[in-house]
């Protein structure tokens, strides 16, 4: 691939991108405690129950054992076939992907050219919707629980994205996607390129590269293999609305996937609102 990037010699590139999602989070542990509808309906917009947190969900035990799999799977392809391993690192500033991206590549047999430093970006985040697990945590945090990694340069000290009222539709997020990539491929001249980011985000990046659909699990990777073309610069601009979702501001007696009020079921006293939840 190197060798092709060099006899192309800036008409293309081509870069390798290692896609990974974060392992198991404690939001995605309390979806499958409370089943999609009454996540998204209710317990979503919450910070947590009397057992668990999931404002910026960190990783259940589950999630940190995915995430060493990853790392002995890194390690043994390092050893025993030479894999050619990630040049530059990214990752979501979510908690759940910092710790997986931290334990899946610290520690590995990796060349003093290319350590395992990642760069923070705020764009590699999942697509923002209301609920509460989409909420970053502040710069100050994100420095003093990874100090070794790199924050972009006009990182917010505080979340100014997240709202809790208004939610990223798909044509927001891949806005947002592909201007991450332009940036990564005219800034970053690696050939082989680490993301650490969510479910939602990877299949925003995989539809602004034309690649088909594909869902991963928690802890899993996809690699892509991307042809990245310099096109003459234009005016245009792309921009897309922000949406507000209906949610119970108690429990919902039920819930299912579609309907009225985005398939709340509300108590009768409890009416569906498009406000945070206090």
């Not at 602004?208 to 991307?226: D, E």
Request: with cysteine; proline share 6%; net charge negative.
């Amino acid at each position: 691939m190197e060798k092709s990037n060099w006899l192309a010699d800036g008409i293309f590139s081509l870069q390798l991108l290692f896609l990974g999602r974060h392992g198991e989070g404690w939001h995605n542990a309390a979806e499958t405690y409370y089943g999609t509808p009454a996540w998204n309906c209710y317990y979503s917009l919450l910070d947590g129950n009397a057992t668990a947190s999931w404002a910026d969900a960190k990783l259940t035990s589950t999630g940190i054992s995915q995430a060493l799999v990853a790392n002995k799977l890194w390690a043994k392809l390092i050893s025993e076939q030479n894999i050619q391993v990630p040049q530059a690192y990214y990752t979501s500033p979510l908690s759940r992907c910092l710790a997986t991206a931290n334990l899946t590549f610290a520690g590995l047999n990796l060349p003093h050219r290319y350590p395992f430093v990642p760069t923070v970006k705020e764009k590699l985040r999942e697509g923002i919707s209301e609920h509460t697990c989409d909420h970053r945590s502040n710069r100050t945090y994100i420095h003093a629980s990874f100090p070794s990694y790199r924050i972009e340069p006009g990182f917010s000290e505080y979340d100014e994205l997240w709202t809790g009222v208004t939610a990223e539709t798909s044509d927001a997020q891949d806005v947002r996607s592909k201007q991450l990539l332009d940036h990564v491929f005219s800034h970053d001249p690696s050939t082989y390129i680490s993301f650490t980011s969510h479910s939602g985000e990877i299949a925003s990046v995989l539809r602004v590269l034309g690649h088909r659909t594909f869902s991963l699990s928690t802890g899993a990777v996809i690699p892509v293999l991307v042809k990245a073309q310099w096109l003459p610069a234009t005016s245009t601009t792309a921009a897309a609305s922000w949406t507000p979702s209906p949610h119970c501001t108690l429990p919902p007696v039920t819930s299912i996937s579609n309907g009225a009020n985005g398939g709340c079921v509300c108590p009768n006293s409890a009416a569906p609102v498009t406000q945070t939840l206090a």
